[in-house]
């Protein structure tokens, strides 16, 4: 009978499907999960293993929660801290970790594939991440971070080995993360705006909003919107991000563009400049008073400021018995001498062991008064930034908008940092120099002490060359600061650094290079860049040892630019 066979047929077809979606449903993959345990070092160094007893946990700097992991090299060993981690075979998965600290690693051992690693330079949080695939009989793999020899502590939190569960247990999968409470404008320019926000815990991403359509993602609490116009005002605003998802939008904050023009600050200091350290302290150079320095030197930074018990505050004291007798009074007689022929006198903070921290509004606001006090008291023109363990981009940008505020457009700002400080814009030293971008003055950086650098053409180049400098100092320039606000720090004698020291003709053959496309290396800009500002030297000091060879060859050289 027709009717009945229809029927028959129409049941073992939805028993067929019906089994075959009961099938299907105990095929199902289980959620994703975080594979790793105590990734946020909240109990301690529990599952984990640092070589060399190397590593420990702290409260402070933190990415999420209440702890993080803080590893420190030490002669041959480059503190690596490391766990096992519980895998499928065949299955692929996402590991990703913040760090923060100059040559820090993230990376996977014993997949059965390919092992994989990235690092970055950045001393401000940021996320590594990379993917793997584990082999055919794969059911562990070795996650871990390291350092480099001669490098300072690294920092670590949040470790992830997201995807199928290995059956080890691991710490729980992210929810969708808060919205960013803090959103700030930090710096302007006339093309562009500087924000900040704090930090989110959970999140491993942020998006940034102009007029409400996303225009940027980051990975760190800050961004500098540019393409802007001059003066006009723009609405911003910020989301959290991780795998879970986007929180809500923070409140808006409004930022104006500045009037059109180049960036700086610096009053009067020469369109071609050169900057000299002097040493307020006896190493083995030749001992000056500041009226000894030669004249090629158009700004003297005095180094340095002494910290302070307060937070963010600096003192400074002349080393008179170690300057054969120098007095105060003859110090600022002698400042005062070299600001009438033309010279800038500045005060720099920092230096290889500097440990001046400015990491809150509190501590922002000692620095900016404690700096503004020590320029009323000696009559210096402004201050140098040359710390060299790392700085807070926010606070210290308030802090030199502060001290800005204080001084007026006359005021020099100066920046030193090192080269891994300069190797992308999202490094807290180059976000700082942005930020200021229309009070600064000039960021000589330290072609010396540096180990092999990424150039802007993503090449490789060893210090101690013509294309070291260029390739370097073209990442600057291609990354937003104005020509004015380039120079190029160089020792000025083999006595005056580790190593680095090239010749004085090497030097101008590098500002040739980037200001006229002539005496380049195999590196050549893609165009000259005239209005670079010129040349810096670790010492007047170490110069004058030398007989002032440096600053006699460099010196005329910067200014006939």
Same mark, same amino acid.
Request: hydrophobic share 35%.
């Given at each position: ?37 105590? *990734? ?52 692929? %998965? ?42 055919? &009989? ?28 290995? *059956? ?22 006339? &093309? ?62 409004? $930022? ?100 001046? &921290? ?13 700096? %503004? ?21 926010? %606070? ?50 330290? %072609? ?31 990354? $937003? ?65 030398? $007989? ?14």
């Amino acid at each position: 009978m027709p009717g009945r066979r229809w029927a028959g047929a129409l049941a073992a077809v939805v028993t067929a499907s019906v089994l075959s979606l009961t099938g299907l449903a105990g095929q199902a993959q289980a959620a994703d999960v975080n594979n790793v345990k105590n *990734g946020g070092f909240e109990s301690g160094l529990g599952n984990w293993t640092c070589s060399a007893g190397s590593g420990t946990t702290v409260s402070s700097p933190v990415h999420g929660g209440s702890a993080a992991l803080k590893a420190t090299p030490a002669g041959q060993d480059y503190a690596q801290c490391s766990q096992s981690v519980a895998v499928k075979p065949n299955s692929t %998965y996402t590991l990703s970790a913040w760090v923060q600290g100059s040559y820090t690693y993230l990376g996977v051992s014993g997949t059965g594939t390919t092992d994989v690693s990235t690092w970055t330079p950045n001393t401000t949080w940021t996320q590594l991440s990379n993917t793997f695939t584990t082999g055919a &009989s794969t059911t562990s793999v070795t996650v871990w971070s390291h350092g480099w020899y001669g490098q300072p502590a690294y920092f670590a939190d949040d470790f992830s080995v997201f995807g199928p569960d290995g *059956g080890g247990g691991g710490d729980p999968a992210p929810t969708v993360p808060a919205t960013p409470a803090g959103l700030a404008v930090s710096g302007t320019t006339s &093309s562009s705006v500087s924000l900040a926000w704090n930090t989110v815990s959970g999140a491993t991403g942020y998006n940034v909003y102009r007029g409400g359509s996303k225009v940027q993602s980051v990975t760190g609490t800050s961004a500098t919107v540019s393409g802007l116009t001059a003066s006009t005002s723009y609405s911003f605003q910020v989301s959290a991000t991780n795998s879970a998802g986007e929180s809500a939008k923070s409140s808006a904050v409004t $930022g104006t563009t500045a009037a059109s023009g180049g960036g700086g600050g610096g009053g009067t200091v020469p369109a071609h400049a050169v900057t000299g350290y002097w040493q307020n302290f006896n190493n083995g150079a030749t001992v000056q008073k500041l009226s000894a320095v030669q004249s090629q030197y158009d700004i003297i930074a005095v180094a340095f400021a002494d910290a302070t018990s307060t937070p963010g505050a600096v003192s400074f004291t002349l080393d008179s018995a170690g300057l054969g007798g120098y007095t105060v009074d003859q110090f600022k007689a002698d400042i005062k001498a070299k600001q009438v022929a033309g010279k800038k006198v500045i005060i720099s903070i920092g230096g290889q062991n500097g440990t001046i &921290s400015v990491s809150d509004s509190a501590s922002a606001t000692n620095f900016a008064n404690s700096v %503004y006090s020590l320029m009323q008291t000696y009559g210096f023109d402004g201050v140098d930034i040359d710390l060299e363990n790392g700085l807070n981009a926010t %606070y210290m940008s308030q802090a030199l908008r502060s001290l800005s505020a204080k001084a007026g457009s006359s005021l020099v700002i100066t920046m030193a940092p090192q080269t891994i400080d300069m190797q992308s814009t999202s490094n807290s030293y180059f976000q700082t120099a942005l930020n200021i971008k229309d009070i600064l003055t000039v960021v000589n950086m330290q %072609y010396y002490n540096s180990g092999s650098m990424l150039g802007c053409d993503g090449k490789v180049y060893s210090q101690g060359s013509v294309d070291f400098l260029t390739a370097l100092a073209c990442i600057q320039l291609q990354g $937003g600061l104005d020509a004015s606000q380039v120079g190029l720090g160089l020792p000025a004698s083999t006595s005056g650094a580790g190593s680095g020291y090239v010749s004085p003709t090497i030097v101008n053959n590098a500002l040739d290079c980037l200001t006229k496309l002539t005496n380049c290396g195999s590196f050549k800009p893609s165009k000259a860049y005239p209005g670079l500002r010129g040349a810096m030297t670790w010492s007047t000091n170490w110069d004058a040892s030398a $007989g002032n060879a440096w600053s006699n060859a460099v010196g005329p050289h910067v200014h006939a630019l």
